[in-house]
């Protein structure tokens, strides 16, 4: 299994990016996968996550501002974040839970075995 993170940089507070993760190595679309964040110092948290049949959640306090989708043609898993703040900064990684379908868990990651690289998004 391959997860390969891109669509990370510097954006200003109030704008937008899409991150994306390439995947590679198993049938996209057939487990739960996330995007999750880290900074140095803090525990990782889940952002997003997306069920086999589309089913997302997002943390409470990114509801409104973050979008999880996949395309399974492309193979590939986006995090849509708009008016960023400086509170977004972060790295953010995408993962592959292949023990689950649904009720995917969206918490630290523990559950997820397979994680990209990480891509960093720093918001100022």
């Known amino acids: 299994v391959q997860l390969v993170e891109s669509g990370g940089g510097s954006v200003q507070a109030g704008g937008s990016l899409r991150l994306s993760c390439a995947a590679s190595g198993f049938t996209f679309g057939t487990y739960c996968m996330g995007w999750f964040r880290q900074t140095p110092g803090k525990e990782r948290e889940g952002v997003a996550v997306?069920?086999?049949?589309?089913?997302?959640a997002v943390i409470n306090p990114l509801k409104g501002r973050v979008t999880i989708s996949r395309d399974n043609l492309k193979k590939e898993l986006y995090l849509q974040m708009n008016n960023v703040t400086p509170e977004d900064t972060a790295t953010y990684y995408c993962a592959v839970d292949p023990g689950r379908r649904w009720g995917c868990v969206l918490l630290r990651g523990d559950e997820y075995k397979y994680w990209g690289q990480g891509t960093q998004v720093t918001v100022s």
């Open positions: 997306i069920s086999t049949d589309g089913g997302t």
